[in-house]
Nanobody, 125 residues
Framework: VQLQASGGGLVQAGGSLRLSCAAS????????IGWFRQAPGSEREWVAG????????YYDDSVKGRFTISRDNAKNTVDLQMHGLKPEDTAIYYC???????????????????WGQGTQVTVSS
């Protein structure tokens, strides 16, 4: 599966952005999808995950209550709605897909086989 992330940009603190991850392939519903982010000088970190059906979602504590992950398997898309953005949310955001994961809350990057190219989110103070 090929993934393409979009929707990043520059926003003031407190603002909102909606990231989208578009996937190719007929078996999109067979993948757990995660959103990760990587700030300069930092390791890539897990932000949110969603199960294959979209019935369950999981979030890192740093974004819980502010970010919402959702998917539309008919359209092969996964979105990350971000509200209440903070300067510390500044990073390149990546979507990733895993056919092997059972637990969509697993943060381990090595479980994810396919990665999008990333989209830059910059939050100014």
């Amino acid at each position: 599966v090929q993934l393409q992330a979009s929707g990043g940009g520059l926003v003031q603190a407190g603002g909102s952005l909606r990231l989208s991850c578009a996937a190719s392939g007929r078996t999109f519903s067979g993948y757990v999808i995660g959103w990760f982010r990587q700030a300069p000088g930092s390791e890539r970190e897990w932000v949110a995950g969603i199960t294959r059906s979209g019935g369950s979602t999981y979030y890192d504590d740093s974004v819980k209550g502010r970010f919402t992950i959702s998917r539309d398997n008919a359209k092969n898309t996964v979105d990350l709605q971000m509200h209440g953005l903070k300067p510390e949310d500044t990073a390149i955001y990546y979507c990733a897909a895993s056919s092997r994961l059972r637990n969509a809350a697993d943060r381990t990057t090595t479980w994810y086989d396919y990665w999008g190219q990333g989209t830059q989110v910059t939050v100014s103070s």
